[in-house]
């Protein structure tokens, strides 16, 4: 069985690890026997041997698995339902991906090649569809108020998707505006682990504050994975990929806003359709020293101190104790190794 990067991260309980690798059980036979049926014998089940490519490739840190756990956790939901709602969550999660992928030409991903790299647009985006449509079953089965929730969901992530793309290239872009990226592409699933969770438990007031963590964690979570990008410390990318794409990422534009002349010189690089590797590095290395860094590291940690108290009691409760934990780690590793804080 693969290992869970996230729990070897956390170092996380037996009964984390057990739930985690009940998921990644659930997982398998999900991507192998819901579709063997309808393959005739012999043939190559391209869609599920895409969808295994990205999901059990290696590299996932189930971080979402791993919430809605702790959000059940902490207000004591029912196990039954746990894995498939876990399941679920990692479906979208993934499908969001596939078509992530296809939208950015990405060719890597987790150190992999991506689906469309492998098998092309075509299959990359089919099999996100497929991947969404399996979530969305298994959730019908457990209760249909959390499949009209994942629907909503899968909507404003589809919405922030396009808020992404139609923001390429923009220096200009409001950080609010690049916030409501953030939030919807990935705090809105977080939160929808907590809320999912809470529906399990009948406590409404519980899913508000858990929706309130999620979404505050997501936006956290997106602005560490933009500088590791810049610091180089994400191993599933290239340095400087927001700069090689065109992505306003919350350092660039700060860096932008400070530097007229780094300005300048990133809208006149963006012009063109492609930048050398030696042009990429010369910008990469101005936004790095600019102090963006530091100051997008500062909003992450704000971030991180709301998500906290949206929590309210359940900060100190089992499962909220650990969403608490993990929301503070995430600063952690996302500078260069040798500099300091």
Known sequence: MMKNATAAAMNLGTHLTDFLGHVERSLEKTLVDEA???????????????????????????????????????????????????????????????????????????????VNARWGNIVAVMTGDMLLSTALGKLALIDPRLTQDAIKLVIEMTRAAIAEVEARADLALPLDRLRFIAEGKTGALFGWCGQAAAK?????????????????????????????????????KPQ???????????????????????????????????????????????????????????????????????????ATAQGGAELVGWARKLGENIRPRGSVA
Do not use: C
Not at 99 to 114: K, N, S
Not at 269 to 289: C, H, Y
Not at 294 to 307: C, F, G, W
């Open 240 to 314: 400087y990929a927001d700069v090689q794409s065109k992505t306003p990422s919350l350092p660039i534009l700060l860096a932008a806003q400070r530097d007229d002349a780094l300005r300048r010189k990133l809208k006149d690089a963006w012009a063109f359709s492609a930048m050398t590797p030696d042009r990429v590095k010369e910008l990469g290395g101005i936004i790095q020293n600019s102090g963006a860094i530091e100051i997008a590291i500062e909003r992450m940690n704000q971030e991180i101190s709301a998500a906290i108290d949206a929590l309210g009691p359940y």
């Open 36 to 114: 063997g049926a309808a393959v005739e014998p012999g043939r190559v089940d391209t869609l599920m041997g895409a969808a295994r490519h990205l999901v059990m490739g290696g590299g996932s840190k189930r971080a979402r698995p791993l919430l809605v756990r702790l959000f059940a956790d902490a207000v004591k939901s029912p196990e039954a339902p746990l894995v498939d709602i876990a399941v679920a969550a990692e479906l979208i999660h993934s499908a969001s991906l596939l078509h992530d992928d296809v939208v950015d030409a990405g060719m890597f991903r987790r150190g992999r090649p991506t």
């Open 200 to 236: 399990l438990s009948t406590n409404p007031a519980a899913g508000e504050r858990f929706e309130a963590f999620g979404r505050r964690l997501g936006v956290a979570f997106q602005i560490a994975d933009d500088v590791r990008d810049l610091t180089g410390t994400d191993e599933g």
